[in-house]
């Protein structure tokens, strides 16, 4: 069974980083898109960041030039590196990946940006 675990998450000050981790698990052949996405209270779950296999990413405008999305494909993980956060940052983030053919989500990590 795969199965997608985040970690990193947790409470800082606005201006603070972060570093979430997202490894896949279970039988896996192959990994195509992988992302972040986050929801906050009363809000649709919207795209962070995304990348594929070979490395080619996408981002919200809303985080260009502070957040950076990588993966390890070796180690069926991938990575977001949270600079300069903002209040509005604040949300549950989760990882997301396109396996084989079907599409997997983490249970989600909790980001607090205090101001």
């Known amino acids: 069974q795969v199965q997608l675990v985040e970690s990193g998450g947790g409470l800082v000050q606005a201006g603070g980083s972060l570093r979430l981790s997202c490894s896949a698990s279970?039988?896996?052949?192959?990994?195509?898109?992988m992302g972040w996405y986050r929801q906050a209270p009363g809000k649709v779950r919207e795209l962070v960041a995304t990348?594929?296999?070979?490395?080619?990413?996408t981002y919200a405008d809303s985080v260009k030039g502070r957040f950076t999305i990588s993966r390890d494909n070796a180690k069926k993980a991938v990575y977001l590196q949270m600079n300069s956060l903002k209040p509005e940052d604040t949300a549950v983030y989760y990882c997301?990946?396109?396996?084989?053919?079907?599409?997997?989500w983490g249970q989600g990590t909790q980001v607090t940006v205090s101001s």
């Open positions: 997301n990946a396109w396996i084989e053919t079907n599409g997997y």
């Open positions: 279970g039988i896996i052949f192959s990994i195509s898109r």
């Open positions: 990348i594929t296999s070979s490395g080619s990413t």
